[in-house]
């Protein structure tokens, strides 16, 4: 395998927000934002935009964290004894294989489960953006249909607020449909990006840890 030669998760991450950020202000100055929220009766596009900031942001520092944790592992591959300097989840979990000689394997599952633990609820929160434009489209069709349903008298006039009221119900089928999926969409790719992220640096850490330490600590665990 090719070492990791940086630990420049950060600034992609940095890059995707720039770039999301570039998209939603071409958005605004188009008007989009201003004509879902003119025509979502239901604020649910309102609502899924503010899931999809404060999800973005939790993204962000997620990916801080773990670029940290890239950063010690770059510095434990160049020199195994720097890290137990160091303060992160890597550092821990190798002080914990040096002193109390517990299972290599163990330990780096663990590492990989507690650093994955940490984007569940960015998937979750992907997962709840596409329901919720989901739960618009219902909306907007049980909207569309009321009127149907109460209209009595068939002549022009009647037929051309039926008209009205059907669309006002289709566009808040469609915003919060676009809405939640282009959010869930958005919010999976950022999650990916710090998923196979985390692949690697458990990859990487098993293969640093078999070089630097053999099997002794696996053996010694069983001794």
Known sequence: MTPLKDAHLLLRATLVLLLIAFAAYVAVDRGLFALVFAADRSYLSSIILVIYV?????????ARALNRERADFIAFEAE???IFERGGLIAHFVRELTAANTSR???????????????????????????????????GFILMLIPVGEMQDVDASS????????????????FTTLTGLVTSLLLRLQYHILDSSLVELGTRLSVALERSYGDGAADNSHA
């Open 54 to 62: 404060v999800a973005t942001t939790h993204w962000f520092f997620l």
């Open 80 to 82: 195994p004894t720097v």
């Open 105 to 139: 394997d163990v330990l780096v599952n663990a590492l990989n489960d507690d650093l994955s633990n940490r984007h569940a609820l960015g998937h979750l929160l992907a997962d709840v953006l596409l329901k919720l434009g989901l739960l618009g489209t219902i909306i």
């Open 159 to 174: 037929m051309k607020s039926l008209l009205a009221a059907m669309s006002g119900g289709m566009a808040i089928a469609l």
